[in-house]
Structure formats: C-alpha cells, structure tokens
C-alpha cells in the first residue's frame, strides 16, 4: 500500500541531550570524526544501518535508549564539550579573515549538484563531491561562500545489478523532514519562496532549503509544493533526469532562481549581498541574466549590466567531452525567454549569449558553457593539461589569437582531507606524528617505522575486504530472496592479496573495461601463484546509456568465472560511504582515460591522501603530479592508428606495469614481512602529495587568483553609479565598431645584416593605422619566437612597443627592440590589442590585428 502524504515524527530530546539537536543540525559532522563517534555510540548497529546518519538516528532512536544517555554524566559531558568546540569552529577567525577589509564579504558558489554526505544523495559523480570538498574546505579556511543548488526529491539512481548482470536504476524518495536542513522563512514565518514566470502565463514556485555545512550556508531549490501544478512538481524530481525541456527547467530554476534566493537568504541573514559569483560548470549560467535584469531594472542599459555581470563572474569548465557539455536547441530558449521572465532582458541579446555562431558550431544551438564564458571575465580548467587543452577547445571565442593567449587559466581539483583520509591514518599521523592533519606532516621522519606503516595499511585493506563481502552478500540477498548467499562469498577477495582499484562513472572515455582487453592476460595476472592481485571495481552507468551498461555487464560476466571469481568483483552501488572504505583498501588505484579527456579526476587524488599508488594515463592531475616514487604512468598510444589498437597497446602496457613492476615490488619483503620499497614510496606520497592535493589548496588559490581579482574588479566598475561599467560598455562598443579600419600598415626592421649573431639587437618600427582609435585605446606589440614548418611561432615572447609620433591623418609609429640571446631560428610579427585597464586580458575582446 502507498501512503498519499509521509512525514517523520521527531522524537522529543532529553534536555541534557539538546546538544545533539545542535550538532546533528550542521553538515559539519559529515568531516569530524570525534562528532561521529559521539553519534555512532548511542546505537553502533542502528548506526550502521543508517549509513553514517546523525539526524536520522535521531529520529529513529528508541527513546529508553535516549534516557539511559542523559544520565550517562560522561556521555554528557562529551556532548557538551563537541557542541562548544562546534561553536568556537563557527566564530574563530581562520585563514580567510587574516586577509584584510578588501576581501569580499559574501561569495555566491552555484553547483547542479553537492556531494556533502551519503546521507545527502545529491550528486552523481566527480562534479558533485568536488562542489561538497569546495564547501567544506571554505568552512575550515573561513571563505564566506554561499553554496546554492538545488534539492532533488530521489537525487541521483540507487544501482543494483540483475542476475544477467544488467544495472537496474531505482530512485528512493527523500524524505526532506528527515534531513538537517530547514525552510528558510521570513521575520513572519511564511516561508520563502521565488518565482519564475513561464510560458502561457504559467509559473514555477520554488521554497528554498538551508543547510549548515559547517561554517558555510547552502540554499537548495525545491519545486515539489502544492503551489505548483502537478507537472512543475517534478521540476526538481531528480538529478539529470529529463530531456531537454525538463533540464532546461532546472537550469532556469538554478541560475534565476537561485540568484534570486541568495538575493532573499543575504537580506533576512543581515549580511552583504554577494560581490562575486562563482559557477561550477556552466548549469547555473542563467544567474548573469537575473543580475543583468537587476541592473537593468536599475537604470544601466543591457550591455553596460553585462559588463558589471562579468566583473564579478568566475565560470570554471570541467569537461573537454561534448557530450559533457549542456546544450538546448535555441527555439526552445527563446520561447520561455520570450515572457515576463526577466522584464527588460531582450531575448534577442539572451539568444546571443549562448549561439555557437563561430566557425564549427551548430546554428539554432544554445551552448550553455559557451554562455558561461561569454559570462565571466575570470574562466578556468581544473588541471593544467585540462587548462591547455579548454585553451584550444574555446579558442574560437577569441579569433585571431594563439592559444596559448586565450584567457581561461587553471586551478588543479583537490580533495577534502578530514572527508578522505581514513580514520585510521589519521590517528597514526596523530600518534607519531604530532598532527592528525596528515596532510601535514612529515610521513619520511624515523618517528613513524616502516612496520607501522605497512600494519596500517593492511588493516584497510582488510577493512574493505569486509566491507566488499558484506555489500556482496546483501547484494545477493536482495536479488535472491530466501536463498543463502554462496560458501565463496565468504572468502571473497584476501586481505593479503595486492589490490588494485577502480571505481567512475561509466561514460565511454573512462574505459571501465580496458582490463578486460586480453582476457588470459587478465586471468593469469589474478590467478600468479605467487604473486596474485585482485581487483574490487565499481561505478553506475548513466541510466540512459545502454552502452555503459554493457560494459559493466561484461565485466560481471568476466568476475562470475569459478577460475577468478574471489579475485575480481564488482560492486553495486558506488557512492561517498563505498568510496570512503574503497581508497584507503587498494594499495593501487587504477585510471586509464582516454588522454586528454579526464580534466582532472579525483578519485587518484583521494587514493594519494591514503598512501595508495596511483597506476593511471597521464591524464587530469596526474599528468602534473606523477614522478618516480607515486606510482607508475600507463604511456598513452596517441599515434595507434585507431580506438582499438589504442586500447590494445595501452592494455599491454598497463599489464606489463602490473606483472614486470608493481607486484614484484609488493611482494618483495623483508625479513619483517614489510615491503621496504614500497613503503618508501607510500612515505613519498603521503609527504608530498597530500598537502598538494587537499581541496585547502584549491579554495586558497580560487580566493587568490580568481575571487579576489574578481571582487575588486565588481568594486571598480560599480562605484560611482556604476560610471566606469557605462564607460566601459560604450569604450567596448567603440572598439568594436572601429576594428576594422585598424591595421599594421608596415614594419620597417634595422640594426642587424641578414645573418645576426646572438648579442646583437634588431630594431623595429611599426606604422599603425588606427582609424577613430586614439592610441591610448591599443597597445603595440613585437611577437617573437621560434617558427616551425608552419610559421607558426612557438615559445613566444612578447614585448610592448613604444609610441614615436603620432600625427592626425598619418599612421602612428611605434618602434621598440629585442636582443637575439640565442642561436637559432627567430620569427617575429607585430600586432595591435585594444587596451582597457578595466579589462582583465588583452585578448578579452578577442580582437587583434596582425601584421602582413
Ligand atoms: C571522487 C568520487 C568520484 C569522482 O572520481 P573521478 O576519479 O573524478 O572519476 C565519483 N564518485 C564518488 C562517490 C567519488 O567519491
């Protein structure tokens, strides 16, 4: 039978237990482990059975037990001592308040997902959890973000796998009256709500859920409410569920709708309306439109908002996969922008935002990412290879200029350590090493042996084993009602064996199943005698994406042979609290890419921070991090003719690693029964690793390079009635308008005979058309370097060139010099970029003109 309304009824704390009520309430127990334990000790089985859930506990606690706990003194006492040290967390200043007044008061984070806690199943892979790191790492450094996303009834599937091995999607409600999160309300108590105009004189009304993740605020959008018609309910039914129209939907509601509630938390909160919007992928894009419609609404005509917009806007891409890539077919924008959505907003300018109107692009698209850079002045990829890489993708935005100028720079992912690191290590770190911060300590010092070392990293090794045997056996439990699981589950995987993991969603580019390319290969590396691995793997396959299912089939089929069938397994249901025993057990941990399409990837990172090896692609983080003492690089085969020989060659090589080099290394041991080479290396990584990898480092550099540089940017144009932004806006249009009269008219060069030597000095001078420009608006510049085949220059430098005369009706002449310091081929050019200093790149325009 279905109930037709559910709801929790919350039990009545004891009065000497209300600090429960407090911490329970505050997502920070999700990353504090003495708070955990506090829960986790007022019923371990029914602990365990909830999933690491405070606020359920709670909820479903027997309340004999909850009496016998208020007159436990010391229970008590422990309670009460967590809640203050809670509180202290929450008004200490920390790194972030040492960095003075110009700091931004308040900074908007906009995410499609948040991968908080498993309590909180809302994400679906690597974007999500990095959205969560990034909030938790910007409560312990102070930042004063404002998370916003929205609340997805069933958020993403639940995973089991049928008896033919097929993935079978499931979507369990939330019950939202049994998560810490609250209504926000106004001083009346209604509560808040926003609202969207639609098409047809239709509206979609949203209440908004706030959570506490530690020091930071997160507001989640919620569309199931009676205000809604039955339809607009399941706006935000679950995560990337819908097609076209019902994601276009969430990302309105997202962007709009969620710029619109910061605006309602900030004002009821006392607090300073934010300077600066960060978007995490381009979902939430529609925000600069609603700002732009504020702007609007102020007096500022549409293309001087956007200028104020962008000041003010970071958009960090996340994916050179274009499937990866949100686009909507532009009729469909244009009729739910062609309604009272943002009164003053033309649809014409909205449309423009987002078309791929560039060489390549589809017409009658509208690209979602392509609006986010068009949105934000500050852009960026999130490693280095995935930097360069966003530089060429995006390049078409900025014609005219090389790569290497397109300004979309990159921040490398990290991860969250108090979230990733086990319990265990910690302690370890905290006992020899004088910190349970074991991103910081000095894991190469005598003060911890080699012995405890390896001791430690067997017990996680056999702590995932059974955590393997058990999801196994309740897995089996589930599929076979009444039938007792197999005698061989229990001998599943060996706490001994060299474990090598791997764990991702299933899009065709992470390869799921490259192990499976010479399947005797496989079989003999698990089944060596003397040196066996074994290999735990797990992932969900987009529910749409038969082909990604496919490929988890095999590999099932492959695991289900008697010969290997204790040594390979796949299990169900990838989430946080899998992941959390998953890294720290494998003593490697496995990713093979199709290089360059992994931006970053995570997992590896979350792995390092255990002291596993990481065996990968040079791809994402590892393409920057990996050296000879962190694991090994799995060549990439670029020049393999085609997909399959590609994969062949890769495969190859990655056995060869596993036979030749990785399992001889962990079977070589000692007298002890320690492996000494192999400990040197998990010593390596855990030193120099960890603290390069904590999401600590990723938020310190987003303030530093990108918030701060962008709130200072949003103060420079909004001051004054926002003059400077209506200056810019017209200075742009200008430029624009005059650009084509500007040209290189000649390049004289003097100095140097055809043959130089090194030392000496070529002189130039350039005639410069400048058309209605004066030349305060550009700069000049000489470009040189090394030509190729091409004449294409690499290693480029480039040198302002001085303004010599300037008379009206003649061509300016700029003239500058550059010394030959190195024997070789040299090739230069001139170029004129138009100059603001209110622009952050010169190539932000995407205008140049080149000589010749
Ligand atoms: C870290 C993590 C991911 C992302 O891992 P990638 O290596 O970036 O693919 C996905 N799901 C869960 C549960 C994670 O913890």
Redesign the pocket.
């Known amino acids: 039978m279905k109930a037709i309304r559910r709801f929790t009824v919350r039990t009545v704390l004891p009065e000497a237990l209300a600090p429960l009520e407090e911490l329970a309430a505050n997502l920070r127990w999700s990353w504090h482990q003495p708070t955990l334990e506090l829960f986790r000790d007022i019923a371990p089985e029914l602990w365990d059975e909830l999933g690491k859930d405070p606020f359920g506990l709670l909820g479903e606690v027997p309340p004999a037990r909850l009496g016998e706990l208020a007159a436990d003194t010391s229970y008590v006492a422990r309670a009460e001592a967590l809640r203050d040290e809670l509180r202290a967390y929450l008004s200490e200043p920390r790194w972030y308040q040492g960095l003075g007044p110009d700091a931004p008061a308040t900074i908007a984070y906009f995410s499609p997902e948040f991968g908080i806690a498993d309590a909180l199943p809302q994400y679906s ?2 974007l999500g ?1 990095l959205a969560g790191d990034h909030l938790k790492s910007a409560s312990d450094l102070g930042v004063p973000i404002v998370g916003v996303g929205l609340f997805y009834r069933s958020g993403y599937f639940h995973q089991s796998i049928s008896r033919e091995g097929w993935q079978l999607e499931s979507y369990p409600v939330l019950d939202p009256d049994g998560l810490p999160m609250s209504v926000l309300r106004g001083p009346d108590g209604a509560a808040a709500q926003v609202v969207l105009a639609l098409p047809d004189g239709k509206a979609l009304t949203a209440r908004i859920w706030r959570l506490a993740v530690g020091r930071v605020t997160l507001l989640l959008l919620d569309t199931d409410i009676p205000e809604n018609s039955e339809e607009l309910r399941t706006v935000t039914d679950r995560l990337y569920g819908g097609g076209g129209e019902h994601r276009l939907l969430q990302e309105l509601l997202l962007g709009i709708g969620g710029a619109r509630a910061v605006g309602i938390y900030t004002r009821l909160a006392g607090i300073p309306a934010p300077e600066v919007f960060h978007l995490n992928e381009g979902h939430a894009g529609f925000l600069g439109l609603e700002r732009a419609r504020e702007l609007v609404g102020d007096g500022l005509s549409f293309a001087e908002a956007i200028e104020v917009v962008r000041a003010g806007t970071v958009f960090t891409t996340h994916t050179p996969v274009p499937a990866g890539i949100d686009r909507f077919e532009a009729p469909l924008v244009q009729r739910y922008f062609s309604t009272d959505l943002l009164p003053g907003v033309d649809v014409v300018d909205v449309l423009a935002l987002g078309a791929e109107d560039y060489p390549g692009g589809t017409p009658g698209t509208f690209n979602m990412a392509v609006m986010g850079l068009r949105l934000a002045q500050r852009a960026n990829g999130v490693s280095q290879l995935h930097g360069r890489v966003s530089r060429h993708m995006f390049g078409f935005l900025w014609p005219g200029f090389d790569a290497a100028d397109v300004p979309i720079t990159s921040i490398t992912n990290g991860v969250h350590p108090a979230t990733w690191t086990d319990p265990q290590l910690r302690e370890l770190a905290e006992s020899r090493l004088g910190s349970a911060d074991a991103t910081s300590c000095d894991w190469t010092s005598d003060a911890v042996s080699d012995a405890e070392i390896w001791e430690l990293r067997g017990r996680l090794r056999e702590q995932l084993v059974h955590d393997a045997r058990r999801r196994m056996t309740t897995a089996w439990a589930e599929q076979n009602p009444g039938v007792a699981a197999p005698i061989w589950y229990r001998e599943l995987l060996s706490p001994e064996v060299l474990t090598i993991g791997f764990a ?2 299933v899009p065709t580019y992470k390869r799921l199943t490259l192990m499976l390319q010479d399947p005797g290969r496989l079989r003999a590396l698990l089944t060596d005698p003397e040196r066996p691995v074994q290999l735990v793997v797990a992932g969900k396959s987009h529910p749409a994406d038969d082909g990604g299912k496919r490929l988890i089939q095999q590999l099932i089929e492959f695991s289900q042979d008697p010969e290997v069938r204790g040594r390979i397994v796949f299990l169900p249901d ?3 609290g899998m ?1 959390q025993k998953l890294y720290p057990g494998c003593d490697v941990w496995l ?1 093979n890419p199709l290089r360059p399409l992994e931006a970053c ?4 990172m ?1 792995a390092a921070l255990n002291g596993s090896l990481n065996l990968s692609i040079l791809d994402g983080w590892w393409a920057e991090f990996q050296d000879e003492h962190n694991g090994w690089a799995i060549p990439s085969a670029d020049s393999a003719g085609d997909a399959a020989e590609r994969d062949a060659l890769e495969a190859a090589a990655m056995y060869d690693l596993i036979e030749h080099q990785i399992a001889p290394r962990f079977y070589d041991r000692g007298a002890d029964g320690v492996p000494t080479a192999w400990v040197a290396d998990i010593r390596h990584t855990l030193a120099t690793l960890s603290p390069a990898l904590s999401a600590d480092r990723m938020v310190r550099e987003y303030v530093e390079r990108l918030y701060l540089p962008a709130a200072a940017a949003e103060h420079t144009v909004t001051a004054d009635d926002a003059a400077p932004a209506r200056a810019l806006a017209a200075w742009i249009a200008h430029v624009r308008a005059s650009w084509p009269e500007v040209h290189v008219a000649h390049v004289e060069s003097g100095g140097v005979d055809a043959s130089p030597h090194v030392g000496e000095e070529l002189r130039v001078r350039a005639f410069v058309e400048l058309g209605d420009l004066a030349p305060t608006d550009v700069v000049v510049e000489l470009v040189h370097g090394r030509p190729r085949s091409s004449e294409e220059l690499t290693e480029v430098h480039v040198v302002p060139l001085e303004l010599e005369s300037y008379d009206l009706g003649k061509p300016a002449v700029y003239t500058g010099s550059v010394t030959f310091e190195r024997a070789g081929g040299f090739g230069y050019t001139v170029r004129v970029v138009p100059r603001n200093a209110l622009l952050a790149s010169d190539a932000e325009l995407g205008l140049v003109a080149l000589a010749g």
């Open positions: 892979g690597g959890i991702r969603r990838y989430d946080i992941a990713n990837g995570t997992s590896g979350k």
